[in-house]
């Protein structure tokens, strides 16, 4: 495994702390990235119903073709922001592998793009069913719980009103989405609508009045590609919050 290369079981870059970055494949095989990556980003959007990334590696063991890396991956990545913060544990799914290039290091570069794994539910998902005498948070409460399956954390704020909602043969996350534009906050009655977004806290389902500090940032870092055999560590040349 590459975390053998390592005296520690945790990458320490900036004030990111990486526990574990593993692989697993369709066999349940699994694979630390450790001491593969050279790019990490992970996104978080007010805007966007789950989080998404990227990971860029510098593959010189031919993963993609032994692993194999075939785009239906689970991504599991540990990580803390900075001491005395709780480890944060967040598992994805891998959907697509671009960017393949040769590299001087005789092995390949190319890009992991992922999301959380509520999307893969969702996308193969289609609810046709009648949604009676609920509010709206009720009814996205009974979506991400009965319908997603999620197991995270739910920030939902109780709305007002109550509807018959029928959901036409469509995505779950198209039904919140609908719930966003009827929901009004229970109370801030004549307030915005709602927005439905993932974070590393869970799901939220909450008015505009209710968010104080939530823009879309991105924790970004750089391995400079050096490895360094004398005192056995991984020198990373950046990371930044954008």
């Known amino acids: ?43 978080e959007d007010m805007f966007a119903p789950v989080c998404s990334g990227s990971i860029q590696l510098l593959d010189t063991s031919n993963l993609l073709e032994d692993f194999p890396i075939i785009g239906e991956e689970r991504l599991v990545i540990t990580y803390r922001t900075a ?31 992922f999301c959380s794994v509520e999307m893969l539910k969702n996308r193969t998902t289609l609810v046709s069913k009648s949604f009676k005498n609920l509010t709206p948070s009720d009814i996205v409460k009974t979506v991400l719980t009965n319908i997603i399956e999620t197991k995270k954390p739910l920030n939902i704020e109780k709305s007002f009103g109550i509807y ?34 993932e974070n ?29 055999n004398t005192n056995e560590t991984t020198r990373f040349t950046s990371i930044s919050a954008i």
């Open 1 to 43: 495994m590459q975390r053998d290369r390592f005296m520690s079981d945790e990458l320490k870059i900036g004030n990111i702390n990486l526990r574990e970055i593993d692989l697993y494949n369709f066999l349940n095989k699994k694979y630390s990235l450790l001491g593969t990556f050279t790019f990490l980003d992970i996104q």
């Open 83 to 113: 001491e005395p913060f709780k480890w944060v544990t967040r598992e994805f799914y891998v959907y697509d592998v671009t960017n393949k290039m040769k590299s001087s290091d005789k092995g390949f570069v190319y890009t992991l793009h």
């Open 164 to 197: 018959t909602y029928i959901a036409p043969h469509i995505y779950p996350f198209e039904v919140i989405h609908s719930m966003s534009n009827r929901a009004r906050s229970d109370s801030h009655h004549d307030g915005a609508s709602y927005l439905f977004f």
């Open 200 to 228: 590393k806290n869970g799901f939220n389902f909450v008015s505009l009045e209710e968010i104080v500090k939530g823009t879309p940032f991105t924790y970004v870092a750089r391995d400079n590609n050096s490895y360094d």
